[in-house]
């Protein structure tokens, strides 16, 4: 039996229930009219309860079906953004463990290019300068005057030079080396002398070391960049041991921005000149 005739059932026993007391002379046409209109009623008010069911579910699915949409989306920006990451940090890993010691290498070689450049400026500046060690050094002295003598006196100079003249555009004496070692007598050897000639035949003449005459006991050297004189002369002292402890000939030998030592047996022209090198 279905709920709609059981409240039938239980509103038609109400009623004769209060017909048998006597408390309504209700007829039988308006019980059934009263029991078709309580049961419209309800049925409207199921109805009407069972379609807000129904619209409250459809909306509460669509909004589950957005949901599910928006996480769809943000997973897939998620995936997209980790890939995009991923790529990102293979490319820096690539960059760093490739290009960039490339990148340094080269920088580091055109560095070093720029700098011997720059060497080889300075050695050609310097090429018309001389480096004059033995000099006596005289109180309040004229060092170009003191530079004359000393050309005329320790050189064969040809009678034209001694006739014109050695120009010297600028001649001066040079602070006192550090390394500079007293003699027996507790005395420094005199300051070097740099002299720049004006002319490129005097500055050849004078650094060539046949021209001087017998006995003389000046040291004349290139005028080179700093720090290939500190090579020269770190390369002198090694030159002076292998001559003291080996008996052997030995040479400095300047090739453009690269300063070496070569040595030989003493009195055997016919051997070739071999290069040091440092051991370490």
Same mark, same amino acid.
């Given at each position: 039996?279905?709920?709609?005739?059981?409240?039938?059932?239980?509103?038609?026993?109400?009623?004769?229930?209060?017909?048998?007391?006597?408390?309504?002379?209700?007829?039988?046409?308006?019980?059934?009219?009263?029991?078709?209109?309580?049961?419209?009623?309800?049925?409207?008010?199921?109805?009407?309860? !069972?379609?807000?069911?129904?619209?409250?579910?459809?909306?509460? /699915? /669509?909004?589950?079906?957005?949901?599910?949409?928006?996480?769809?989306?943000? +997973?897939?920006?998620?995936?997209?953004?980790?890939? *995009?990451?991923?790529?990102?940090?293979?490319?820096?890993?690539?960059?760093?463990?490739?290009?960039?010691?490339?990148?340094?290498?080269?920088?580091?070689?055109?560095?070093?290019?720029?700098?011997?450049?720059?060497?080889?400026?300075?050695?050609?500046?310097?090429? +018309?300068?001389?480096?004059?060690?033995?000099?006596?050094?005289? !109180?309040?002295?004229?060092?170009?005057?003191?530079?004359?003598?000393?050309?005329?006196?320790?050189?064969?100079?040809?009678?034209?030079?001694?006739?014109?003249?050695?120009?010297?555009?600028?001649?001066?004496?040079?602070? /006192?080396?550090?390394?500079?070692?007293?003699?027996?007598?507790?005395?420094?050897?005199?300051?070097?002398?740099?002299?720049?000639?004006?002319?490129?035949?005097?500055? *050849?003449?004078?650094?060539?070391?046949?021209?001087?005459?017998?006995?003389?006991?000046?040291?004349?050297?290139?005028?080179?960049?700093?720090?290939?004189?500190?090579?020269?002369?770190?390369?002198?002292?090694? *030159?002076?041991?292998?001559? !003291?402890?080996?008996?052997?000939?030995?040479?400095?030998?300047?090739?453009?921005?690269?300063?070496?030592? /070569?040595? !030989?047996?003493?009195?055997?022209?016919?051997?070739?000149?071999?290069?040091?090198?440092?051991?370490?």
């Amino acid at each position: 039996m279905s709920d709609d005739t059981r409240s039938d059932d239980k509103v038609t026993q109400q009623v004769r229930n209060s017909s048998i007391a006597g408390d309504s002379d209700v007829s039988n046409s308006d019980l059934k009219q009263f029991m078709l209109d309580m049961r419209k009623e309800m049925r409207e008010e199921m109805l009407d309860m !069972k379609n807000d069911i129904l619209s409250k579910l459809t909306e509460n /699915q /669509q909004d589950i079906k957005q949901i599910k949409d928006d996480l769809t989306t943000v +997973r897939s920006t998620l995936n997209d953004v980790e890939q *995009a990451t991923s790529f990102h940090a293979q490319r820096l890993d690539d960059i760093e463990q490739k290009k960039v010691p490339e990148l340094k290498a080269e920088m580091d070689k055109k560095v070093q290019l720029l700098e011997e450049k720059l060497l080889l400026l300075e050695i050609h500046d310097r090429k +018309r300068n001389l480096l004059v060690y033995g000099v006596e050094e005289e !109180k309040n002295e004229d060092t170009k005057m003191v530079m004359l003598d000393v050309w005329h006196h320790n050189y064969s100079c040809s009678e034209e030079q001694l006739e014109r003249g050695v120009v010297m555009t600028s001649c001066h004496r040079l602070p /006192q080396s550090r390394h500079a070692r007293c003699d027996s007598d507790g005395k420094l050897p005199p300051r070097p002398v740099i002299v720049r000639f004006g002319f490129d035949s005097d500055r *050849a003449f004078f650094g060539n070391l046949n021209n001087m005459k017998r006995g003389c006991k000046l040291r004349v050297l290139d005028d080179l960049p700093p720090e290939m004189k500190r090579e020269r002369g770190r390369l002198a002292s090694i *030159a002076y041991n292998i001559r !003291k402890e080996q008996h052997q000939s030995t040479k400095i030998v300047v090739a453009g921005t690269k300063v070496s030592l /070569q040595y !030989k047996p003493r009195n055997r022209p016919d051997l070739d000149w071999k290069t040091y090198k440092d051991s370490n």
